[in-house]
Every structure is written in structure tokens, then in C-alpha cells.
């Protein structure tokens, strides 16, 4: 009788070596459920400030874009129209003086530049007729340089028909001025700057 109860002793040890193993395996299981729980709930916190980086991206562009249109406003740079330099003899009296002046005209519509350019010697003509016109020290101040590049321009544009109110765009006189204005509308140059590439009185 002792033999047989002591060869049934053995299987309830296995049943309760199992029991470990089930509950070490549930135990493992839950810690595994435990930890990816925890990396889910990181994970998932640190997505907002991920995506509110990725706005924060995607606003960066837009207010890039302003700076994009500023430039699209001007589909192309505008056209230089350089003329060949000038050599003139000036109008000084107790002296013989001259100048040599080099000009480049900036004009924004390129159908205006070759415009320009098949009216040419008319424009140079009317140039060299204001230049020898002038004195040295008319032309030796920055004032006396500004007011000859309004001139040149009206000078330029008179061969294309154009005629800009002279008052206007030398700044002599407020009163006349305002009355032409009041006549008919102002006229814009289509040369939008006149541009010494050399500047030399002797």
C-alpha cells in the first residue's frame, strides 16, 4: 500500500510546478502589456508637440510665401538701355571744359527698351544738345546730378511722343505745376531711371 500512494505523490508536485509557470508566464505577459502600455502612452503624448512642430513647419513656408509673391510681383527684371558714352563740350564762358558722361536708361516694359533703341540717334541728338547747354557747375554737384537725369529723361522719351511737364520734373516752381496739373493728368515717364555709369568734367 505504501508503494503505490508514493508513486502518486509525484504528480501533484508537477501541478504545482505548473501553477508557477502559469502564473510567471501571466505575470510576463502582464509586464509586457504593462511596459508597451507605458511606451503607447509616451509615444502618444509626444505626438501633439510632433505635430504642432510639423504645423510649426508647415507656417514657416507660409510666411515665406509673402516674400515669394513680393518677388513674383515683378515677373522680370527690369531692361537697361546703356548708351554710348558722351564726350561734350560744355557752355562755360572764361574756360574751354568738357564732360564725359556714361548712360544707361531702366526701363520696366522690354517693348519700351526696343522702343528706345530703333529711336536712338533722336535721343542721343536731343542728350548732347541739353549736355552742351550746360556749365561745370552745373554738373559738379549731386543736386546738379539728379536734376541732369530728370532732364535726360524727359529728353529721352520726347522721340516716343512723350512729353513730360517740365516744371514737374525739374521741381522748379509749386504754383505752375499744380496748374498743369489741374489741366490734364500727369504724364509718367516710361523710363523708370536714368543711371551714370561715368561721370567726368574737365
Known sequence: MAGPEAAAAPPPAAGSGGKKKLII???AVLLVVV?????????LKKKPP?????EG?????????????????????????????FTV?????????FAQIGISLEIEDPKIADQLKAYM??????????????VAADLLSREGKLQLAKEINREAVRPLGIEL?????????DEPAKKKKKK?????????GVHFSSFIVQ
Open 25 to 27: 508566464l501571466i505575470a
Open 35 to 43: 511596459i508597451g502600455g507605458a511606451a503607447a502612452f509616451f509615444l
Open 50 to 54: 510632433a505635430e504642432d512642430g510639423e
Open 57 to 85: 513647419e508647415d507656417a514657416t513656408p507660409a510666411k515665406e510665401e509673402p516674400a515669394k509673391k513680393d518677388h513674383a510681383k515683378k515677373d522680370h527684371p527690369p531692361t537697361f538701355v546703356p548708351l554710348d558714352p
Open 89 to 97: 563740350n560744355l557752355a562755360d564762358k572764361d574756360v574751354d571744359r
Open 121 to 134: 540717334p533722336a535721343i542721343r541728338g536731343n542728350i548732347l544738345m541739353l549736355l552742351s547747354h550746360k
Open 165 to 173: 511737364d517740365e516744371e514737374a520734373d525739374t521741381g522748379h516752381g
Open 184 to 192: 490734364k493728368p500727369a504724364v509718367v515717364s516710361p523710363v523708370t
